[in-house]
């Protein structure tokens, strides 16, 4: 990791591209990194890693972006194009994943890799996407003014959705 002043990053063009399969070292890294700095016990942060972190077949099931400053990845957004969720205005795809490196958070990385996904999405006609959101990432979608979904007893509690079309 090269290191950098996190108000640097307000001042230089991110790039945002598909992952490729060579990113999946970093991604992974990201998300680590990410997790174990949610205010959470560290053990449920140690048990929660493996679990949230990519493998090959998820690459190949997904659509993933990455934004890179420098050629080392900030931040990664995942999401799945399969409309097979349940949305107010129909089915949708769903908004897998978004997580950024804590030291650049706050920066803008997350809000440009959720609208670039938005942008794909759109390019393919999703009519809208499902987002579960970690309890402790829930604000972020809600600052967004994405709407909540409605969730049922046996439902994921924290569900928003993007209108697409």
């Known amino acids: 990791m090269i290191p950098f002043d996190p108000g640097y990053v307000k001042t230089v063009v991110?790039?945002?591209?598909?992952?490729?399969?060579?990113?999946?070292?970093?991604?992974?890294?990201?998300?680590?990194?990410?997790?174990?700095?949610?205010?959470?016990?560290?053990?449920?942060r140690k048990l929660a890693v493996p679990v949230m972190q990519y493998r090959e077949d998820d690459m190949a099931a997904l659509s993933m972006l990455v934004a890179k400053l420098h050629g080392e990845i900030l931040g990664i957004a995942a999401w799945d194009s399969e409309p097979t969720h349940p949305?107010?205005?129909?089915?949708?795809?769903?908004?897998?994943g978004l997580f950024?490196?804590?030291?650049?958070?706050?920066?803008?990385?997350?809000?440009?890799?959720?609208?670039?996904?938005?942008?794909?999405?759109?390019?393919?006609?999703?009519t809208g996407l499902l987002i579960k959101a970690q309890r402790v990432s829930r604000h972020y979608f809600e600052r967004h003014n994405l709407p909540p979904l409605a969730a049922t007893d046996d439902e994921y509690p924290w569900q928003?959705?993007?209108?697409?079309?």
């Open 14 to 44: 991110i790039k945002i591209h598909p992952a490729t399969t060579v990113d999946l070292p970093q991604i992974n890294f990201v998300i680590k990194s990410a997790i174990m700095n949610w205010p959470l016990p560290a053990r449920l």
């Open 87 to 96: 949305l107010p205005n129909g089915l949708g795809g769903l908004f897998h």
């Open 100 to 126: 950024v490196l804590p030291l650049v958070q706050y920066q803008g990385i997350g809000t440009s890799l959720m609208n670039a996904v938005f942008d794909e999405a759109r390019k393919i006609r999703a």
């Open 160 to 165: 928003y959705w993007k209108r697409l079309a």
